[in-house]
């Protein structure tokens, strides 16, 4: 199978933060954007920490700067999304920046996983569907599965409770 990679699922706009922030605004975003967690940046842009949920309400400080956790495990964006999960599996952590030259170009969460294997491929030579990961070829017509254009499922509506 063709690898997917960071860059093929990783969110691009990501919210970040300042570290000179106060933690009622870091609450705030999290709440505002139903997010979990967000990479501190630095004036130059650059990745300092990350601040999450956890942080804000089993650690004291004023600033994110206080609470924030400054060792944080990025990825690449050329880096296996196999890897990516492996990464989030093993320590228990929801989400991950992508990097680029020491900069943030995306995040990809555990959402953002799931997202991928409920996708859906269609050959753009013969329109077989198939499901999961990008296929390495199409199983109809033998198509490259590298030009397969990736769609998601449609969402299933949510029925209204009595």
């Known amino acids: 199978m063709l690898t997917m990679l960071a860059r093929n699922i990783m969110t691009h706009e990501v919210i970040v933060i300042s570290p000179d922030a106060t933690v009622q605004d870091a609450a705030r975003l999290l709440s505002d954007y139903h997010i979990s967690g967000v990479p501190v940046l630095d004036d130059s842009r650059r990745m300092v920490g990350i601040v999450t949920q956890a942080d804000i309400i089993g650690k004291d400080g004023q600033t994110v700067a206080d609470i924030m956790t400054p060792r944080v495990v990025s990825v690449q964006m050329d880096t296996p999304v196999d890897e990516v999960a492996q990464i989030l599996a093993s320590n228990r ?45 199409c199983y109809a017509c033998g198509a490259d599965g590298s030009r397969f254009e990736r769609e998601l499922d449609p969402r299933m509506e949510i029925t209204t409770r009595q």
């Open 93 to 137: 952590y929801k989400r991950v920046p992508v990097l680029q030259d020491g900069r943030v170009v995306g995040i990809v969460s555990r959402a953002d996983i799931v997202r991928m294997i409920a996708s859906r491929w269609v050959c753009p030579t013969c329109g077989a569907i198939q499901h999961g990961r990008m296929p390495e070829t």
